[in-house]
């Protein structure tokens, strides 16, 4: 029978676990973090920006402190639903970095301030520079890897087949090395082509991906792999 192997920062991996459960709630399910999440120091200081953009939801407590007044444009629904949990004035580009940064543009901005984390995929901060915007970039969390504890290695030895939802390039490739020497079959869910392109671990027996980037897309794939 086929595990899933939920291998995202410990909030977020309960609240998949819920999710999965309450689709199909006989799934195997194993939690393995990848991922630490921790805010970093920063120094930010006082300017007056057209709006903070935000990659992550990990970026919005930093985006409370900075710029309380400040737009916020985000990347998608799930870091914009977080900004305007905690009372700031957000704006989704409904995708990708590619979608925010055409976001930017079109609200004719001159001057923004990316909030992010230590590892980023896409290097939107270039981009927007390259576009003549004045983009000031700040480090406000980082993504730390951690190798899967003991047990976790035990559980994995006895599985036959895991199913591994990857959220993005780092997390794959971090994933990856933790499943070195596993060798029963492999089922990749990927949140987009680049979170696919960071696997570099056993051969996929094959590759699913979300429809779009984002939590329910991913929640659909995984889903439809544990009929």
Request: charged letters at 20%; aromatic letters at 4%; one cysteine or more.
């Amino acid at each position: 029978s086929t595990t899933v192997l939920i291998s995202r920062p410990k909030k977020d991996a309960e609240a998949l676990r819920q999710a999965i459960l309450s689709r199909n709630d006989s799934t195997q399910i194993m939690l393995a973090p990848a991922i630490v999440i921790a805010s970093v120091a920063y120094s930010a200081q006082i300017e007056v920006y057209d709006a903070i953009i935000l990659t992550s939801k990990h970026a919005v407590q930093a985006a409370v402190d900075i710029g309380p007044d400040t737009l916020i444009l985000c990347v998608g629904d799930t870091t914009a639903d977080a900004a305007r949990k905690s009372g700031l004035n957000a704006i989704s580009a409904g995708g990708t970095s590619k979608d925010l940064i055409a976001l930017v543009k079109k609200l004719n901005l001159s001057k923004v301030l990316y909030l992010r984390g230590l590892h980023v995929h896409a290097d939107i901060s270039f981009e927007l520079i390259s576009a003549g915007i004045e983009t000031k970039s700040v480090v406000v969390y980082e993504q730390t890897a951690c190798a899967f504890s003991s047990e976790v290695l035990h559980k994995i030895s006895k599985a036959t087949e895991l199913l591994v939802p990857v959220y993005s390039t780092r997390s794959a490739n971090i994933v990856s090395k933790n499943l070195e020497g596993f060798d029963g079959t492999i089922i990749l869910v990927a949140i987009s082509k680049a979170a696919a392109e960071g696997w570099s671990g056993p051969k996929p027996c094959k590759t699913i991906y979300a429809q779009a980037p984002n939590s329910e897309a991913m929640l659909t794939a995984i889903a439809s792999q544990l009929v």
